[in-house]
């Protein structure tokens, strides 16, 4: 293992000297810095946390720590749930959060340039002000858009607008020499060389620091309206989900939710949004729709049209949320999903897995046989339009180490599963350090090779975000 | 530099004994294969030409190749445009033309599993007849998928579509030691690890062999129309642009094209389809735009409220192309353009530059005015929506190496500008060797670094296609 060295406090000066006020060291620091969302990932204290302040004193700070060995770790709103911008062997923390400017939009390229801080709510709802969209809509609206960048984030509008890759048109960079540098440009096409721009979405601070990027915006459709869709039970439910697409339809979000997250959520917020029982029938799961157009008429239009197909293929009813208000709840309830399965657990742990759309079904009923196994128990709800499910293990009574244990077991037997449907096995989430052992595993040899090698080629010392996604 | 060895006639034994009757050696080797479609560009003979089955075999071929230190330059159907797929240093070519077979659909998950080498023609036809739609589509459809993966190849739908990009989920590859390994999953979201399918796309065959592709489609638009809008001169023309999007308008494609690149197309084709003066206005400048949509009662919505956004910015008219036989008129036209300055050019090169669009009128006149010094003419056309503009520079006159010394400076000048701009050198065509010292101007010595390290993870014996983007 490769061994680095402690900040001394000559350094700590020095970086005093380059921003002044913005240093904490030792006891200053907060220990909120030691986890992200996912405490079991949580690590120990950073030597050193810095305020971010400007591309420059980055730099500086970076060819301070790769003179003298010194891991740094660039970390945004700390809302990961993979252990990606937690400090495994001390060094320096940048802390991104304070970068936080929008810089300005280019509104005839429909583009922003934006400081990496800037929270994803900051900018949604800047951008919708000017009637414009950023479409990348994770659940964690308070994540940074430079922690976004890392994750290559996805969210609920995935299914309709893609990932955070797809809007990422140029970034500046700190490399881990220190060196500042630029990848992409503001334009949309390009066939200029390799795509050091594709190889930072989704690398999690351990190819180079964002300190800086430029992100595609599209103009924001005019009307929004979502339906619930109850179904007897998950298979119908999901079997509906390709039919949506086969039949022209295009939903903005596309999400699946069984009876057990739904009822939690609503204990949750304390409201009943979600109907239980229908003509007689225990509803088991649900599907949440959006479509997004431009006039009510034309989302009228798609209603009738998608309440046909969803009717035919099983739905007991379709429930349309039109106004405002029951827009709002409705989501509301899903968003609350992760909030309410904490508030309800002591002992958490996530897998971010993503299948093809037409396995989800057969993939989480493999998913509960399988937990049977255990003693904790299994929530999951997802994406049903690209996949990509959120599958949490939690316990109240297990210790520590057994739920740690089991768990291991647990995902090493349902990554497996995902990766023989051909899946992946994070699908938002990312690596971290927390998921590393099962990228090895099923990326194989060769290709963890590459991506070594290529993170030797940005970061000769290994000195940036060391010990996430390969070491 | 770097040195290989030729090929032996034991080693020509040895591919034969794996691939019988697929190898040609000397003056077996048709000479097409020293050129694509830029002549200039043009270079020596290989010393053998395999043409590819599989990807066992092909891992074969490439694993003595990499023992014996011998150039393996992979070759789809050679309609290049930067001389990418041409051997520098002889070496074995491997021609993918023949491993042209549709694997099959998977219509649950939306994708399309091929060899590369499919013409991008035949696949987009059979996607078509299962109202499927394979969105990229290249002014060169008789280009093979894998060419224009390793190009990421963008065409007139970039607009709306993307780029090839957008469309691929996972690649078997064979890489530069011979290993067989994979990259991505049939999944449209993933985080898991560093992108290596990101870097394939665009690499230009210099990281690996693409022997086998997972596709995106999309279900087919059910109608489309076209519209011929004239404009008195470019500047207007070209302002109109992010009109559209401003207004919610999308079109699938949008074109921009002068009045002497069309006297030319429609010289070739024999036949005039654009008005070339209305109202007493000579005609200067055209868009070419296409609408898509499910019903012709949803399109004839969009083009009123187009044509009122385009006639309130200076259009002169605009023109329906409503039935099959006038869209496939206009759009002939259009697709004749490089076969037009072809069939009236002896010597002939070209810049496949990007810029913002907002920036592309005031672009091309700078062009035009950098092109009085030099001796050859100058003819342009491009993609207005995405800023992606093709400049030929033609002439019938000069000596070769006078045109390639005045070609270099004008494009040093003209890159430039772009750079300026926000640009990037290539939008679509790529690097090749040709425009090698363009990018190692553009991109600055801390990305080509990068760029040769990834290069040499892939390939520590520099054998794939050598001289060829980094070397």
Redesign the interface.
């Known amino acids: 293992m490769k061994e680095y060295n402690k900040v001394s406090p000559e350094l700590i000066e020095k970086f005093k000297s380059i921003v002044p006020g913005k240093v904490y060291a030792g006891e200053e620091i907060n220990t909120d810095y030691t986890h992200d969302e996912m405490p079991i990932y949580g690590k120990g204290m950073p030597d050193v946390v810095i305020e971010a302040t400007n591309t420059e004193d980055i730099s500086e700070i970076v060819k301070l720590c790769y003179d003298e060995n010194i891991p740094v770790i660039p970390r945004g709103a700390g809302t990961g749930l993979a252990g990606a911008a937690v400090a495994i062997e001390g060094g320096v923390m940048i802390d991104m959060t304070k970068m936080n400017k929008i810089l300005g939009y280019?509104?005839?390229?429909?583009v922003v340039h934006v400081e990496p801080g800037v929270l994803l709510n900051d900018l949604a709802e800047d951008a919708l002000s000017r009637g414009l969209m950023y479409p990348p809509d994770p659940g964690e609206r308070y994540a940074t858009i430079g922690g976004n960048i890392a994750?290559?984030?996805?969210g609920m509008r995935?299914?309709k607008y893609?990932?955070t890759?797809?809007y990422v048109r140029s970034l500046k960079m700190v490399?881990p020499t220190g060196?500042i540098?630029e990848?992409g440009?503001?334009?949309?096409?390009?066939?200029?060389?390799?795509?050091?721009l594709?190889?930072i979405?989704?690398?999690e601070g351990t190819?180079g620091i964002i300190t800086e990027a430029t992100l595609k915006v599209?103009?924001a459709?005019?009307e929004t309206i979502s339906l619930i869709i109850p179904y007897e039970n998950l298979d119908e439910c999901i079997a509906t989900v390709?039919q949506f697409?086969?039949n022209?339809l295009q939903p903005q979000a596309l999400e699946f939710m069984e009876r057990e997250i739904v009822l939690a959520s609503e204990r949750y917020i304390g409201k009943s949004v979600f109907p239980q029982e229908l003509e007689g029938i225990t509803i088991g799961a649900y599907l949440l729709v959006t479509f997004d157009g431009?006039s009510m008429e034309e989302l009228e239009e798609i209603i009738e049209r998608a309440a046909e197909v969803v009717l035919e293929a099983g739905a007991i009813d379709v429930l349309i949320a039109d106004t405002p208000n029951k827009k709002k709840e409705a989501w509301a309830a899903r968003g609350a999903f992760l909030e309410a399965i904490e508030a309800e657990t002591e002992l958490l742990d996530e897998c971010?897995v993503?299948?093809?759309?037409?396995e989800i079904a057969s993939y989480l009923v493999y998913v509960n046989e399988v937990a049977e196994r255990f003693d904790f128990a299994v929530k999951s709800f997802g994406?049903a339009g690209?996949?990509?499910l959120h599958i949490y293990t939690c316990s109240n009574d297990m210790e520590m180490d057994e739920f740690k244990k089991q768990v291991a077991e647990f995902f090493e037997d349902i990554y497996e599963k995902a990766i023989q449907l051909?899946?992946?096995?994070?699908?938002?989430?990312?690596?971290g350090h927390g998921k590393m052992g099962f990228?090895k595993k099923y990326?194989?040899e060769?290709?963890m090779r590459?991506?070594k090698?290529?993170?030797?080629?940005?970061d000769p010392k290994m000195i940036l975000n060391p010990h996430k996604?390969?070491d």
Not at 151 to 154: D, L, R, S
Not at 185 to 196: E, H, N, W
Not at 354 to 358: A, D, L, Q
């Open positions: 280019d509104e005839k390229n429909f994750t290559n984030a996805g995935a299914v893609g990932t890759r797809d490399l060196e540098t990848f440009a503001t334009v949309s096409k390009t066939s200029s060389g390799y795509s050091l594709n190889l979405v989704g690398s190819l599209i103009t459709p005019k390709p697409f086969m022209h431009d971010d993503v299948v093809p759309i037409s994406h690209d996949g990509n051909g899946g992946q096995i994070s699908g938002e989430h990312g690596i990228l990326s194989g060769t290709n590459l991506m090698g290529i993170k030797e080629v940005f996604i390969v």
